[in-house]
């Protein structure tokens, strides 16, 4: 091996050794808010309503905590009597959007807290160290519902 060809390899580890530090350091820093918001010590609660009967909880409705921008960080489904909650928050600002299950009778498109249509006009939740935050409660409107009956020349046909 000549002194001209010796260089060569130190160089490739050198720049190998470079691009990997690069994509620990990128790849951190692009993952540090979700692992951030993961585990904490605060939580997130409320119950959801239906617009018809607001003092009832509504089962079955998916809440979901996301960071500014869209982040998502974590799911929960609500219980019989409608409440949820997120626990092990870090404090951060998120916000959280309902969607019920598909064929509810409630809401058809999905809503953020403080009744808004979007992620874009949601309102922030601000999360302290060690807070419980409460009261992050929706009340679903009911989606529009046909009724009628099926009939034939016979009369109404049953489970049509």
Do not use: C, H, K, N
Request: aromatic share 6%; hydrophobic share 45%.
């Amino acid at each position: 091996m000549t002194s001209a060809t010796a260089p060569r390899p130190v160089r490739r580890v050198r720049i190998a050794a470079l691009l990997a530090v690069l994509a620990l350091a990128v790849g951190g820093a692009l993952t540090a808010p979700l692992a951030a918001a993961a585990s904490g010590t605060s939580s997130i609660s409320g119950t959801v309503t239906g617009s018809d009967a607001p003092e009832v909880g509504l089962a079955d409705v998916g809440v979901t905590l996301t960071l500014p921008g869209g982040t998502f960080v974590a799911y929960a489904s609500t219980d019989a009597d409608g409440r949820y909650t997120f626990d092990d928050v870090a404090a951060a600002s998120y916000t959280v959007s309902f969607e019920p299950d598909f064929g509810s009778r409630y809401l058809v498109q999905q809503q953020w807290w403080d009744g808004a249509a979007t992620a874009a006009s949601a309102t922030p939740i601000v999360v302290a160290d060690d807070a419980a935050v409460t009261g992050i409660d929706a009340t679903l409107p009911l989606a529009g519902v046909i009724t009628g009956t099926v009939t034939s020349d016979t009369g109404p046909l049953f489970g049509a």
